[in-house]
């Protein structure tokens, strides 16, 4: 049996609808593992937030973090680590925006945010992760792996254009959802960081298989041998990846269900 890396985004992928693991998930991953395969986790999510799904698979599965920022190995040994210039993650914080627009920085140690939003702390219900408020003036531009701003579809195009503006390829700038607009260091994607872990395992692109469903995931699926988009996907990451497999929809557990038919479980 030739060994595979399987590779996912959580939410809008192997999460349900309501950001938990279905049980049909957690048998198929715990399956494959046994057989000697090999799982990895890739999300926009912080370290800590993304560490409880792992702790809830009970595999031993790596965790890439932040879209790339961080890799953790199965015994959470902090494999790598990139991060924003701390004068481009100034630039980002000082950036003009509308006051609904909600600044967020994470950082190695947690997640700050320039005021209090108690809608996000839905999305994370099901980890207990949160955040910390801290004025923008007071921001720490040392240690952080992304700048996460959240609103407004056209106020996050504008900010866009601003931080290309000032910093072209020193960032690199994406979408998690419509919604949210995430910038990190140039050269920083789950694409890469996946790429260094296939290395790291011994394993070519050929050997992996991806799961997604944002514009955050296009490198990661792009590079994988076997890429697969979600049916809930946005409408324009399919076009993006040559020859990539549209399935099901996450909230149908659709990952679990398209692996038991490649794996024969």
């Given at each position: 049996?030739?060994?595979?890396?399987?590779?996912?985004?959580?939410?809008?992928?192997?999460?349900?609808?309501?950001?938990?693991?279905?049980?049909?998930?957690?048998e198929?991953?715990?399956?494959?593992?046994?057989?000697?395969?090999?799982?990895?986790?890739?999300?926009?999510?912080?370290?800590?937030?993304?560490?409880?799904?792992?702790?809830?698979?009970?595999?031993?599965?790596?965790?890439?973090?932040?879209?790339?920022?961080?890799?953790?190995?199965?015994?959470?040994?902090?494999?790598?680590?990139?991060h924003?210039?701390?004068?481009?993650a100034?630039?980002?914080?000082?950036?003009?925006?509308?006051?609904?627009?909600r600044?967020?920085?994470?950082?190695?140690?947690?997640?700050?945010?320039?005021?209090?939003?108690?809608?996000?702390?839905?999305?994370?219900?099901?980890?207990?992760?949160?955040?910390?408020?801290?004025p923008?003036?007071?921001?720490?531009?040392?240690?952080?792996?992304?700048?996460?701003?959240?609103?407004?579809?056209?106020?996050?195009?504008?900010?866009?254009?601003?931080?290309q503006?000032?910093?072209?390829?020193?960032?690199?700038?994406?979408?998690?959802?419509?919604?949210?607009?995430?910038?990190?260091?140039?050269?920083?994607?789950?694409?890469?960081?996946?790429?260094?872990?296939l290395e790291?395992l011994?394993?070519?692109p050929?050997?992996?298989?991806?799961?997604?469903?944002?514009?955050?995931?296009?490198?990661?699926?792009?590079?994988?041998?076997?890429?697969?988009?979600?049916?809930?996907?946005?409408?324009?990451?399919?076009?993006?990846?040559?020859?990539?497999?549209?399935?099901?929809?996450?909230?149908?557990?659709?990952?679990?269900?398209?692996?038991?038919?490649?794996?024969?479980?």
């Open positions: 049996m030739t060994p595979r890396l399987i590779v996912s985004d959580l939410d809008g992928t192997l999460l349900g609808s309501d950001h938990t693991l279905h049980e049909s998930t957690v198929v991953l715990r399956a494959l593992v046994k057989q000697g395969h090999h799982v990895a986790l890739a999300s926009g999510r912080h370290y800590y937030d993304m560490k409880v799904f792992r702790d809830q698979l009970d595999i031993p599965a790596h965790l890439i973090s932040t879209n790339g920022a961080y890799v953790h190995d199965p015994e959470d040994t902090l494999l790598a680590a990139n924003l210039e701390p004068e481009h100034r630039t980002l914080i000082g950036l003009p925006r509308p006051p609904q627009v600044l967020n920085l994470y950082r190695e140690s947690g997640w700050h945010i320039d005021s209090e939003a108690p809608y996000l702390l839905s999305l994370h219900a099901s980890t207990g992760f949160g955040y910390e408020v801290v923008p003036a007071q921001m720490d531009t040392n240690g952080v792996g992304k700048v996460l701003y959240l609103g407004d579809p056209n106020a996050l195009k504008l900010l866009e254009a601003q931080a503006e000032a910093h072209g390829d020193a960032l690199h700038i994406t979408y998690s959802t419509i919604d949210s607009l995430e910038i990190m260091a140039g050269g920083v994607n789950k694409g890469v960081a996946l790429s260094s872990l790291r011994g394993l070519t050929a050997d992996c298989l991806a799961f997604g469903d944002n514009l955050n995931d296009t490198e990661m699926l792009d590079l994988a041998g076997e890429a697969q988009v979600m049916a809930n996907a946005h409408p324009d990451l399919f076009d993006r990846i040559k020859g990539a497999e549209r399935i099901g929809h996450h909230g149908e557990a659709a990952v679990a269900v398209w692996l038991k038919k490649r794996f024969g479980l």
